[in-house]
């Protein structure tokens, strides 16, 4: 089925973010379990693999509407520590949800209805599972220290 050019083009930039957002848990979950943070490494692979479901559901849109997919992630910008990485990611959270946004507005408004609730389910997860997770994880740690914070995510704590 042929879609509409304006829709395809938006799509592939999302698929792009997509991307970027599953290599940069990638490498951030890696990282937590180098280090020896086990739940961390546990939740982040997981956030990796939901990622991962989100790009196929844009790839399989995109070829639906006989578009070609772009597969060149954008830049990520991992963190160096447990903080910056949760920003990082919190930050790369906040750049998708309103990029899912205008996504869901576009699509309604030429009338591409399957996609609009393609993107919905994503924002939906986004906003509510991933944004909501790591704003949790940063405000335990300004609750209760970093010390505190990173000795509960160790294995067998």
Same mark, same amino acid.
């Given at each position: 089925m042929q879609g509409?050019? @304006?829709?395809? %083009?938006? *799509?592939?930039?999302?698929?792009?973010?997509e991307l970027a957002a599953r290599d940069q848990y990638f490498l951030h979950s890696r990282m937590y379990q180098d280090w020896g943070f086990d739940k961390l490494f546990t939740r982040l692979d997981h956030e990796m693999q939901e990622e991962? @479901?989100?790009? %196929?559901? *844009?790839?399989?849109?995109?070829?639906?509407?006989e578009g070609t997919p772009d597969m060149?992630?954008?830049?990520?910008?991992?963190g160096t520590d447990v903080p910056s990485m949760l920003r990082s990611d919190l930050a790369l959270e906040y750049k998708v949800r309103a990029a899912l946004a205008k996504g869901i507005a576009l699509a309604e408004q030429l009338g591409d209805y399957q996609t609009r609730d393609i993107l919905r389910v994503q924002l939906?997860?986004?906003?509510?599972?991933?944004?909501?997770?790591?704003?949790?994880?940063?405000?335990l740690i300004d609750r209760i220290g970093l010390q505190n914070y990173l000795q509960s995510q160790a294995q067998g704590v």
């Open positions: 509409q050019a @304006q829709v395809i %083009d938006y *799509l592939k930039e999302l698929l792009r973010g991962t @479901q989100h790009a %196929d559901a *844009l790839l399989q849109r995109i070829l639906f509407l060149s992630p954008e830049p990520i910008n991992p939906q997860d986004t906003e509510e599972d991933h944004a909501y997770w790591l704003e949790k994880q940063l405000g």
